[in-house]
């Protein structure tokens, strides 16, 4: 197990894509919405009729129009062991991770996804340039076959900025985002290449597609964009007399009692002016400003108790369980999730004593919609948050026995294995349905192995034995 010697300090960098930013950096917001047009809600999900938060009933599944293709058959007469051996016969060999390149080597996932709506890639390492091409190949592939919302472990707030940047090309909102966010796994020049990629296959769509649209489930943990949003909608929207009740409350700054209670506050008189504010934007506005305003509220409540020595790990994840699945509800053609493998598995890992965001999905609107993607890598090395920042850490074999070590020794360098296809008893299959340790788990927090059985666990795994590190923008 790779390890570096100290804890890590989840305050560095708690998401994939943004944390908290230092209050101290936080710009002056007294004229937010002065001279700007507010479009919150305009050609996004909420358009679409969602209601944050809102109570879940599991959907009809609709055919994702997926076409199956077979897979090419390969010679596996050189792999020593059985397990891998099993690996070499079934998975699918991955030519590159250029997400322009032609899907042909993915051919055979249209078969394993058959007509699935539901869609989770969770990742063990943010850390890894070669996991955020994988994310961004699959995300391509899935929106060629009907997958048009992608939502990210992220505030929303941000992910509406980046929006922009899909509907607009205008690189200066894209590059500003990623800036502000240096620091954390979000400001990094892959992050860039990322969004750059969704706008490319946005623009390069063929016609009668819908664009992408990326949203946001987490918590509003970048907080300076969320005030900006939500200060715009409401001096947009609302009478003066509301924007200059709100202003203070919605500004307040620092993880105390006393702005959690403004925010508290703020919230009230928002659902309070509801009708108002409606009928001066629209429905869909509205929703939207009110679900970047309750996901502030809840920031400042986890990061306050995050303050005292509390990791209320359980809040945040019901928190963006009531989230995912609210937009799973109103998004029937197919929602994409990224994030965290800890938070996008079917099943909880040991250490965790409450139900996870894909626990509850898979709950929710049961296991035959979704299908759960968890990416892998081995050795190389990569980008670690440790308690005094940021450091690039080598990475050694996984241990015989471990999940990574049965990838590799099928002996492709990068392969994509559908877990649901397989069958106990199979020669070589054993693996999958024990509780085996996967060396991979938290790896950018400096790392800890956990026990998963992965066939329990994930539907499918795409695996990058060799990984470099994601390069920070400063």
């Not at 919150?40 to 599944?61: E, I, N």
Request: net charge negative; aromatic share 10%.
């Amino acid at each position: 197990m790779r390890t570096i010697g100290a804890v890590v300090g989840l305050g560095v960098a708690l998401t994939l894509w943004s944390c908290a930013a230092p209050e101290s950096d936080t710009v002056a917001l007294a004229d937010v919405g002065a001279g700007e047009q507010s479009d919150v809600g305009t050609g996004s999900v909420f358009d679409a009729g969602l209601a944050p938060d809102a109570g879940l009933a599991p959907d009809a599944t609709p055919d994702a129009g997926l076409t199956p293709d077979a897979a090419t058959p390969k010679s596996c007469e050189s792999v020593s062991t059985p397990q891998g051996r099993y690996v070499c016969e079934h998975d699918l060999v991955l030519d590159t991770l250029d997400f322009s390149a032609p899907t042909d080597d993915l051919a055979s996932l249209a078969t394993y996804l058959g007509n699935r709506t539901i869609v989770m890639l969770g990742e063990g390492d943010h850390g890894a340039a070669e996991l955020i091409s994988g994310r961004l190949r699959l995300a391509g592939y899935l929106y060629q076959h009907g997958f048009t919302v992608l939502a990210s472990e992220s505030g929303h707030a941000s992910e509406r900025k980046l929006q922009k940047y899909l509907d607009s090309g205008d690189s200066t909102v894209l590059n500003q985002i990623v800036n502000n966010n240096s620091g954390t796994f979000f400001g990094v020049t892959q992050t860039i290449d990322f969004y750059r990629g969704l706008r490319k296959l946005t623009v390069d769509r063929p016609q009668g597609r819908p664009p992408f649209q990326v949203v946001g489930f987490d918590l509003e943990h970048d907080r300076p964009p969320a005030r900006d949003f939500v200060l715009a909608y409401v001096a947009a929207a609302a009478s003066e007399g509301l924007a200059t009740q709100m202003g203070p409350l919605v500004k307040c700054i620092g993880l105390t009692v006393a702005c959690e209670t403004k925010q508290g506050q703020a919230l009230e008189l928002f659902e309070g002016a509801a009708q108002q504010l409606v009928s001066s934007s629209s429905q869909a506005a509205y929703d939207e400003a009110l679900w970047v305003l309750k996901g502030l509220a809840a920031s400042v409540h986890f990061y306050r108790k995050f303050a005292e020595g509390q990791y209320d790990g359980e809040y945040r994840e019901a928190f963006m369980a009531a989230r995912a699945n609210a937009l799973i509800s109103s998004n029937p053609q197919g929602v994409i999730f990224q994030g965290h493998t800890g938070h996008l598995s079917k099943v909880r890992d040991e250490w965790t004593s409450y139900q996870t965001v894909g626990e509850s999905i898979t709950t929710t609107f049961g296991s035959d919609r979704v299908y759960c993607i968890v990416l892998l890598g081995n050795h190389g090395a990569h980008l670690v948050s440790t308690n005094s920042g940021f450091e690039v850490m080598d990475l050694d074999s996984a241990p015989s026995g471990y999940m990574e070590w049965f990838l590799e020794d099928a002996g492709d360098p990068m392969l994509f294995l559908d877990l649901g296809s397989a069958v106990e008893g199979a020669e070589g299959s054993d693996w999958l349905f024990q509780s085996i340790y996967a060396d991979w788990m938290w790896a950018g927090w400096a790392g800890y192995n956990e026990r998963f059985v992965p066939r329990d666990n994930w539907d499918a795994v795409l695996y990058i034995s060799q990984v470099t590190p994601t390069t920070p923008v400063h």
